[in-house]
Every structure is written in structure tokens, then in C-alpha cells.
């Protein structure tokens, strides 16, 4: 039987001891900011109050910034174990109450939603529900509810779970289920493999054993990745942000890389060459919000693994001076450009809001790294040297916002009007 939650009203919390939450860490830490001292005033509240899982909760937050994921986690688990719902604190009037259905897990494991919503008029509740945290009977009242539990191995049994309770669910729901389960690595790409205006290389999840099987036998690789052979990318299954990614070209990069792992399983794809005639690497970050795409960032690298941390973006001005021009003609340039692409991707996908880390290979084609519903936007980059940034980011958070309006305005609109 179809679980159909009933609604109790909740009041925001607005004492001291609320929770600030990511937006709030996340942008001290870029800010340089020493947050030990913080942790240590979080310490002490939650020795002084046992059952302030708000602290715990906010001093998890400060340890995974501070790459203590371990810890974290486990400070999480103890929150969790107090209560399952957390109230974002905000001094400013809301005219949107939101409640975004969450599961336990480091930064990766939801959509960062406080980044969206930082000084924004939108309530945003957090309740988290897991196989040991079932949603509880009575929910708090919100207008629009979002699904910002992200695909992972991990979660595939949560939302899986939930994919019948949200088809009844009362107020208005954005990014079902299903779909996310569609953005998994080994399943993303199928969705638009018969399209030529987008590259978008088959992904497959091999077991180490039977790489080390290629290599012991000296087999060819394309029928394991349909493709042409060497150069391949090969990267642990539940990794990110490049940990552990690798371009490998031969049996014995394959054997010297395998033999440095010691995770069993791995995604494997061809890798393609996407540099520009000037021999740079260019990877952009796009969202898409009800279907429109939105850039939030476009990166410029020697290398071929980019991160938009890691390229050096704050120590060129060139750099800085390209992406600032590709924001500024986003919308008649690269959007223009790959319209017909993006059409096609956002009917196969099907979500409201998801994000994707994009390039364009040397043919023009949209050459698609991954699709995700969690994907980091912000705009918290330090320094007057990337202003430019902030009127392209706002017209991102605007969309966002009138997203949600739109839900809550259709949902109280009379059938007909």
C-alpha cells in the first residue's frame, strides 16, 4: 500500500542554536577562514546540550569542508539518531516554504541546496530518510517539495524506495526518483547514444579481476568499452572530483594503475581528446532549470582533468577574461549553438533541475562527462577578480527561485484557470 504522508505544520527555528548550514561553512572556508575556532564553539554547545543536533549536524558540515570525512560522518549519524529534520536558519521573511526529502552521506550525497537558496526569501527544510530513518508520519507543512537525494550506489535503494510514496505526494514535487536513477554513470549515456549532435561515451562498470584478466591474457579492450581501444579513462566506482581518475594507453599503464587501487570495481570509458586549437582544455558546467541552461562556470586547463579548483582559474587573468566572456554570451553563443542538443537532452533526462559538465569536441559536438542532480553551484569565488561571475549567477538563482514560485502558484491555482 502506497504510503500517503499527512502534513503538521512546522515552525522555523530561530534561537541561537539553529542550524547554519552548508551555505554558511562553505563560504567561510572559501573565504580562507580559520574554522577551527568554530568547531570548537560547536564542541562545547554539544557537550552543554547532549541533544543539539544542530551542532552536531553543523560541526559535521565544518569536518568534511576539512576533508574529516570519516568523522563526519559519524558526528551525522549521531544528529540523525536525535532528529531527522533540520530548519536552514534565515533572518529574512520567506515566501516559499520548501522541504528537500535528504539522505545520510558526505556533501556528494544531496543536491546543495542552501548554495541555490544562500539570501534567498525561501524557507528550506532538510529531512533526511534512510532505510533507518523512515519518513515520519507527520511532515512539516511546506508549499513544494524537492528530491534532492543524488544517484549513487549508495542511494539507489532509498529512492527507489520513495519512487511510489512522491507519485501521492500532496504539495507540489520536483526531480522524481526515477529519473535521477537514470543519471547513473553506466545508464546516463544510453539515453542519447543514438543522437549525433552529442558525444557522449558509453561508460561501463568492470570488476579489477576482470581488467587484470585483460592484462594476464593481453585481450583487446574494445568489447569491453566499445570502443576503439587506447586511450581509456578508468576511475573507482563512488569516486569524485578526479580521485583516482586516470588516462591510461596501454596494458602496462593498466597493470602499473591497477596495482596502486584497491577498490574492486571501476568505471571505464574511451577517452577523447577535447582541446582546442590552442592545445587548452575547456570544460563547462551547465544547469538546466524547467529545460533552459544556465552556465555556471567554464574552466581552462592545461591538462585534460579539470576542476574548476584546480585550474588555475584565480592566477590568469586570460582565463578569467574567457570565462567572463562565454557567461556574458552564453545565451547566443554556446546555448545557440547546441540548442537542437540540448532539446534532446532534456526531454530523454526529464527532471526540472539537473547539471552537467560539458565540452565541445574538436567537431563541435556537445561532449557530455556527466549528468547529475547534485552538482556544486555557487557563488561564493573570493575577490573583485571574479565580479563577473555574480549577474550570470543571480539569473541562475532567479530561475531557481521562480521555479519553485511557479510550483507553488499552479498547485493553489483552480483547475481551469
Known sequence: M????????????????????LAHWMRLALSGQDLAPCAQELIARAQAHPDDANAL???????????????????????????PLYHVWSDRPHRIRLLALCTPGDLMANTPLECLLENSDISLDLLYVASHLPLPKNIPEHDVAFMAIAE?????????????IVQNWP?????????????????AYTLVRDEPLIEYPATFRIQKSSLEQVI???????????GPGFPIIIRPIASHAGHGLARISS???LAHYLKNQTQQEFYVSRFIDYSSADGLFRKFRIVFIEDRPYLCHMAISEHWMIHY???GMENSEAKRLEEALHMNSFDHDFALRHQKAFSILTQRIGLDYFGMDCAETREGKLLIFEVASAMVVHAMDQGDAFAYKLSPMNKVFSAFRDLLIRKKLEASSPPGD
Open 309 to 311: 579548483l584546480n585550474a
Open 57 to 83: 549536524m553543523d560541526l559535521s558540515i565544518i569536518l568534511q569542508l576539512n576533508h574529516s570525512r570519516e568523522l563526519a560522518l559519524e558526528l551525522q549519524n549521531e544528529a540523525l539518531s536525535i532528529k
Open 152 to 164: 549513487s550506489d549508495p542511494n539507489r535503494a532509498i529512492l527507489t524506495r520513495m519512487q511510489p
Open 251 to 253: 596494458l602496462t599503464e
Open 216 to 226: 594476464l591474457q593481453q585481450q583487446p579492450l574494445p568489447g569491453l568499452i566499445n
Open 2 to 21: 502506497t504510503f500517503i504522508p499527512s502534513l503538521s505544520l512546522h515552525q522555523p527555528s530561530t534561537e541561537s542554536g539553529s542550524l547554519k548550514g
Open 171 to 187: 504539495r507540489p514535487f520536483i526531480n522524481r526518483p526515477l529519473p535521477i536513477l537514470n543519471l547513473a554513470r553506466e545508464t
